[in-house]
């Protein structure tokens, strides 16, 4: 680098020091670098505070890559002579050049202050500071510069992408108009006016200008793009499809002209596969693309997507966002930066903060999740969609009460995209409750918007199993409808090891519940996946949700294969199942939460069976087989099963108590209390009004006694509490007889305090039975009419306790005085009840898991001799079936 000619300053020393330096300038000025170094470090011994020679010789240090010291050098000549902007000036080349960019900034800021008339010195600043990522002082800096010289177009420019960045997009949008203006040539400057007067909300607006660009650069794509996703966003079909036609006639292939013109097939995927594989570079095309993927359940297709859209425009919020919810839905780590960059980069944008809302949700991150739903209510309070999500939130915090109002207020916005899910969530929470009738008229409600929604429909399903005022009948045909609404899939041969009879088996366990919570999989699930006999059974485990824990570890010990499957689409999961060579497929979610059922209405594997966690019939003809015993299905109710019953002995579930330090305390709580207490800690959507009424009956005859109630929500006095109150005081019990309890993270503490269980009538517990019983607690339960009401019958006689099932409401209530009243009868039914249940068929695993297989080998058997699916009997635990 030449040093700069100027006047140079006289040093106090003698005119030898002088002319030195002018030697050591003129050696500069001809390229002589090492001997003019040379000169000036004589110079600076002899004068080691020479300005220009500090100056000067920072600059070949500098040339000659010792960039360190020539940046100390000239800072040395700053502070030797403060007054040079030149000094100040070249300090600050060098710091940029060292990527020192907020010291290179400050240094072009002090050369400014020396030399204020100077307008390169200002956009020197702003370039630094750009390089830092500091649009602001930028900004502020390119204003000055336009001060000292109003018809520099490229400063102008500049300015416009400051502010564009800090999203000022208006004021960005008139810089970029100055410099158009004063240089018509520069289409760039032109087409970021129209993007930051999109940006701005200006829509109309950026339609023209990009319409006047077109004028200006017929030939250019990118202005006929923009007008014409413009004029589509703004309902101008015309100039949308003027604006496809024109950009079609320059580029016959362009993807977004062929997505707009095939705007009259929104719901058909070709148009957008087609436009993206037309160009891969169509930002528009690629994001729609990734959105539909995702609301289809395909979200580690639409993460691909965004990613590939975000390499394109890596500050576009809508991928940003997308991606966001992708990566969380998936469990994928970088989702929650994504979508705060998105709300960074439009922080108006109400659809970006509720997809923020939903990734934090996601990420099990409720409260952050809950300030950004509010945020997106708040920037739109009339978004039906926001409304939903903050209902939502309510209902996944278990503040079941505080989540009606706001569905409500979404239902009756009557959004036709969002009324569907509205009165689906309401009809959640009316089922939370207990408020059965009410929940099925909401999911009833919810399938008239979108009679194609499975998991709306299974939830219409789930509720029907609990709802007493229902006919079974009726439930039955319903449940038979549900693959009415499924879409058309033909038949797929299966491509099995080989029809041998006796063969090793390949039996694939599909669940979400390969985990301790939130469901049943590890009571229920884990003894019969560990307690296979390898030699007969190979055990493949499809875990179809995103949730991990140490029981999680121990399934995928157990089992021979494993496949993490909750972000494969239906048609992704079948293909891999088929490539497994399942030989029978067993199902443990039915229609409750995160269940399977198109998939297996699809028939993976030759034979299904259907394991009833589920407490009713599938109702798909795929699935072949459910396993039950004699009391869970007494002869006749095939009539409401799709499914042929695999009756096992002994007891249809195997029980494994979950690692506890509590244990059945040495005297009852009577003897401490001197008062008998009951307790049920069942779901309370089971607590319908039939069993509120019964137990205020038996707590009316029996004065002295008490009732606990736990569950999820309650204990807090909010609105469960006042609603379950309200309901025992109208019939004459008063809230001081009550004791109301949220979850404890051990679910066998509360046992502790209770004498005796209370099973709810029509719908029974299951694993509450099975906890009490572990507990050392009797259960009373009352056996219904439906599968749901019969758990009791099956768990209870399998431990020797049948005696405490009653067939209706007077005799339980008589058995339930003799319980609280007759100590020595009590003592009788908890003396040694944990002992007895681990005897019990209730918890014998080897016994539980021979008679499944046995089960399964008869279903194979038939199969394999072209037989259709019959009732088999499974006649002793080592036995064989019979069909």
């Given at each position: ?8 300053h ?69 502070k ?16 940029d ?10 240094a072009f800021?002090?050369?400014?202050r ?8 200002p956009?020197?600043?702003a370039?630094?500071?750009?390089r830092?990522?500091?649009?602001g002082?930028?900004?502020q800096a ?20 400051a ?43 950026a339609a ?10 017929p030939?250019m794509?990118?202005?006929?793009e ?29 993807a ?8 009259q ?13 037309l ?28 990613r ?25 780590e ?31 991150q409720?409260?952050?999740?809950l ?16 409304w ?6 309510r209902?996944?915090a278990d503040a ?26 309401l009809?959640?929470a ?14 009833r409600?919810?399938?008239e ?13 789930f ?8 006919d ?5 045909r319903?449940?038979?409808g549900?693959e ?33 919570y ?5 009571h ?8 296979h006999?390898?030699?007969a059974v190979?055990v493949?485990c ?18 021979d ?15 891999r199942i ?11 979610g ?9 998939l ?8 299904q ?30 009539a ?20 506890s330090?509590?244990a059945?305390?040495?005297?009852p ?5 001197g008062?008998?207490?009951?307790g049920?800690f ?12 019964l ?14 109630l ?7 006095g909010?609105g469960?509490?006042?609603?379950l109150?309200?309901a025992?005081a ?8 009550l004791?109301?309890?949220?979850i ?5 503490q ?38 749901i009401?019969?758990?009791?019958a099956?768990?209870?006689a ?8 009653t ?77």
């Amino acid at each position: 680098m030449k040093p700069n000619h100027r006047q140079t300053h006289r040093p106090a020393g003698t005119a030898d020091a002088q002319a030195l330096l002018t030697r050591a300038v003129a050696l500069h000025q001809g390229g002589q670098l090492a001997e003019a170094a040379t000169l000036y470090d004589q110079l600076l011994k002899r004068l080691p505070r020479q300005a220009d020679a500090l100056h000067l010789s920072g600059l070949i240090k500098a040339q000659t890559g010792a960039l360190a010291e020539g940046i100390e050098r000239i800072r040395q000549a700053v502070k030797a002579d403060t007054r040079q902007p030149l000094f100040h000036v070249n300090l600050g080349r060098l710091l940029d050049a060292a990527e020192r960019w907020e010291e290179a900034a400050t240094a072009f800021r002090a050369a400014a202050r020396l030399a204020p008339l100077d307008p390169t010195l200002p956009r020197l600043e702003a370039a630094a500071w750009t390089r830092l990522g500091q649009h602001g002082p930028a900004a502020q800096a390119l204003l000055r510069a336009m001060a000292l010289e109003p018809a520099d177009a490229e400063s102008a420019g500049s300015l416009g992408d400051a502010l564009y960045d800090c999203n000022r997009f208006l004021p960005a949008a008139g810089w970029y108009g100055r410099a158009a203006t004063l240089e018509p040539h520069r289409i760039l400057a032109a087409f970021n006016r129209g993007a930051a007067l999109r940006d701005a909300g200006l829509t109309q607006d950026a339609a023209m200008a990009y319409r006047a660009l077109c004028a200006l650069a017929p030939q250019m794509v990118e202005p006929v793009e923009q007008r014409m996703q413009l004029c589509h966003r703004i309902g101008d079909p015309a100039g949308a499809t003027v604006a496809a036609r024109r950009l079609l006639a320059l580029a016959p292939g362009h993807a977004v002209a062929a997505r707009i013109l095939g705007a009259q097939m929104p719901d058909s995927p070709l148009w957008l596969v087609r436009a993206v594989a037309l160009d891969p570079m169509a930002e528009d095309a690629l994001l729609t693309l990734a959105g539909r993927l995702y609301a289809q359940g395909r979200a580690a297709a639409a993460e691909r997507r965004y990613r590939h859209m975000l390499a394109l425009a890596p500050s576009a919020g809508l991928a940003l966002s997308g991606l966001g919810l992708a990566r969380a839905s998936l469990g994928l780590e970088g989702a929650m930066p994504a979508v705060l960059r998105a709300v960074r980069v439009a922080p108006e944008d109400a659809a970006l903060a509720a997809n923020a809302g939903s990734a934090f949700h996601l990420a099990a991150q409720p409260e952050t999740a809950l300030s950004w739903h509010r945020r997106a209510l708040a920037l739109r309070p009339a978004d039906a969609a926001a409304w939903v999500n903050i209902g939502t939130h309510r209902l996944d915090a278990d503040a079941t009460e505080e989540a009606i109002p706001p569905l409500d207020r979404a239902r009756r916005l009557a959004d036709p995209g969002q009324e569907a899910l509205a009165n689906s969530n309401l009809g959640v929470a009316w089922m939370a409750l207990g408020l059965h009738a009410e929940a099925v008229g909401a999911f009833r409600a919810a399938l008239e918007r979108a009679p194609g929604d499975a998991a709306i429909r299974s939830n219409l399903l789930f509720c029907l199993c609990f709802d007493d005022g229902a006919d079974p009948a009726d439930v039955f045909r319903d449940h038979r409808g549900f693959e009415r609404h499924l879409p058309a899939v033909p038949a797929v041969p299966h491509a099995v090891e080989s029809r041998d009879p006796e063969r090793r088996l390949r039996v694939g366990y599909l669940s979400p519940d390969f985990q301790r919570y939130p469901g049943p999989g590890y009571h229920f699930l884990l003894p019969l996946v560990e307690g296979h006999d390898r030699t007969a059974v190979e055990v493949t485990c499809y875990h179809n949700d995103r949730s991990r824990d140490a029981t999680t570890g121990r399934f995928r010990a157990a089992a021979d294969r494993w496949r993490d499957v909750a972000a494969m689409t239906d048609e992704e999961l079948d293909r891999r199942i088929r490539d497994d060579r399942i030989d029978i497929l067993v199902d443990a979610g039915g229609h409750m939460s995160r269940n399977r059922m198109p998939l297996m209405a699809r028939r993976p594997a030759p034979l299904q069976v259907s394991l009833p966690l589920y407490p009713n019939t599938t109702g798909l003809s795929a699935i072949d087989y459910q396993l039950a015993d004699a009391r869970l299905a007494p002869p006749g109710v095939e009539a409401l099963h799709v499914e042929s019953l695999i009756r096992l002995p002994g007891c249809v579930l195997c029980y494994r108590p979950a690692e506890s330090a509590c244990a059945p305390p040495d005297r009852p709580p009577w003897m401490r209390n001197g008062h008998v207490t009951f307790g049920s800690f069942n779901n309370i959507t089971k607590v319908n009004a039939a069993t509120i009424a019964l137990w205020a009956r038996l707590l009316a005859a029996v004065p002295t006694a008490r009732l606990v109630l736990k569950w999820r929500g309650l204990g807090n006095g909010g609105g469960a509490d006042r609603r379950l109150l309200a309901a025992f005081a109208a019939h004459g019990i008063g809230a001081e007889r009550l004791e109301l309890c949220g979850i404890t993270p051990d679910p066998y503490q509360g046992y502790t305090a209770i004498d005796v269980a209370l099973d709810p009538v029509f719908a029974n517990g299951g694993t509450t039975i099975c906890d009490a019983l572990w507990m050392g607690v009797p259960v009373l339960n009352q056996t219904g009419p439906t599968k749901i009401g019969r758990w009791g019958a099956s768990l209870l006689a399998a431990v020797g306790l049948g005696d405490l099932v009653t067939p209706d409401d007077d005799a339980y209530l008589a058995l339930g005085v003799r319980l609280a009243t007759d100590r020595g009868f009590l003592e009788i039914q908890r003396e040694g009840l944990r002992e007895r249940t681990r005897r019990s068929a209730l918890m014998d695993e080897a016994g539980y898991a021979r008679a499944v297989e046995a089960g399964y080998r008869t279903a194979w058997r038939r199969w394999c001799a072209g037989l259709p699916p019959a009732a088999i009997d499974v006649t002793a635990p080592n036995g064989e079936g019979r069909a």
